[in-house]
């Protein structure tokens, strides 16, 4: 079982992880400009939730990350992980968090149960709190506990990284990217795994540039773009903004009268489709196509895009500039 005292100042942290003023610029390199890559970041990660910061590619989630893990260096902003300062307290601080990070770099010579011992070791793991065999039986790499790690899948190795963040115990277990490029089977079996971890009491942050990874795991998510929280609500919340769909029929015939109904808006098309706006939720597309044969349109074709990733931000640029 989990301890969930929090650590720090006396009494209960509210937030597994407090982020105030954060602010990451790499050194530029010999050819490059410097890059912002967080430009002051505020963020309150609550206990016990599962949590997603997603983002696409370059965003600043890896770095967000690493700087919790204290493998990189923040350049300005305050980092408190389960109470504890990170610059004040280290130490504690960073037993409180395991790192499952994006990049499979695993010792080559290590087997899986060595990796282990070495992790729980760097970690102060007394020798009778270990629980190496447990932790492999947890991801399934029992059978592999004596391989080399080199002689590991790829699938195999995203499984002993996660292994190697659980060896201390942590309150909080994050996860870079979980699922790129892993197969349907492991990513099933990541998922157990961490609704398991997230039910016995461990806060779990994950990253990902999915919508739908992080509509079916998070309970709360942030996005993050170009250095910035741009959006930091409920999934569910989230998902109402995100509703939004566009259906494009291409009519039999040239079309007299748009449909009409509640929650549907259509405009025609100079090229002579036709574009219908309706929210999902309240307005099920079967709604929307009966408004299109009320309107005694024949449909020769059709299509539906959804709000993506990129709508949402737009979205929140636009509202943000108007
Ligand atoms: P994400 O994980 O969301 O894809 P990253 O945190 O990896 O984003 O990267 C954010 C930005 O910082 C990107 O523009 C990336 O190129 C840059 N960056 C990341 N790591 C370094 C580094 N070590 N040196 C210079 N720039 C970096
Ligand atoms: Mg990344």
Not at 20 to 41: D, F, Q, S
Not at 67 to 85: E, S
Not at 133 to 148: H, N, P, Q, S, T
Not at 207 to 228: F, K, Q, S, V
């Amino acid at each position: 079982m989990l301890e969930q005292e929090a650590g720090g100042k006396s009494g209960m942290a509210a937030s597994a992880i407090e982020i105030r003023g954060l602010v990451k610029t790499y050194a530029g390199g010999r050819h490059g400009p410097e890059k912002h890559a967080l430009k002051g970041i505020d963020l309150d990660i609550p206990q016990g939730s599962v949590f997603g910061l997603l983002g696409p590619n370059g965003a600043g989630k890896s770095t967000l990350i690493n700087i919790l893990a204290g493998l990189v260096v923040k350049t300005a902003g305050q980092v408190t992980i389960w109470g504890f300062d990170q610059d004040r307290n280290p130490r504690q601080s960073r037993a409180s968090i395991g790192v499952m990070p994006q990049e499979l770099n695993l010792d080559p010579f290590f087997t899986p149960r060595e990796a282990l011992e070495v992790q729980a070791g760097l970690y102060g793991v007394p020798r009778r709190e270990r629980r190496s065999d447990a932790i492999l039986r947890l991801v399934g790499l029992e059978d592999k506990a004596e391989a080399y790690a080199r002689t590991l899948s790829g699938g195999m190795r995203r499984r002993l990284l996660l292994a190697k963040a659980l060896v201390h115990h942590p309150h909080i277990l994050v996860l870079d990217e979980p699922t790129a490029g892993v197969d349907i089977e492991l990513r099933a079996m990541l998922w157990e795994n961490i609704r398991r971890l997230n039910r016995e009491g461990m806060t779990i942050i994950l990253t990902t540039h999915y919508l739908e990874e992080a509509e079916e795991m998070c309970d709360e998510i942030a996005i993050i773009n170009e250095g910035a929280v741009v959006a930091r609500d409920s999934t569910a919340r989230l998902l109402d903004r995100l509703d939004g769909r566009r259906m494009i029929l291409t009519p039999d015939a040239p079309v007299t009268a748009l449909p009409e109904g509640r929650g549907i808006e259509a405009a025609h098309h100079a090229d002579g489709t036709i574009e219908i706006t309706y929210r999902a939720r309240e307005t099920p597309a079967e709604s929307v196509l009966e408004a299109v044969r009320a309107a005694g349109i024949k449909i020769r074709d059709l299509r539906i895009e959804q709000a993506d990733l990129q709508d949402v931000f737009l979205d929140l640029t636009r509202s943000r500039a108007g």
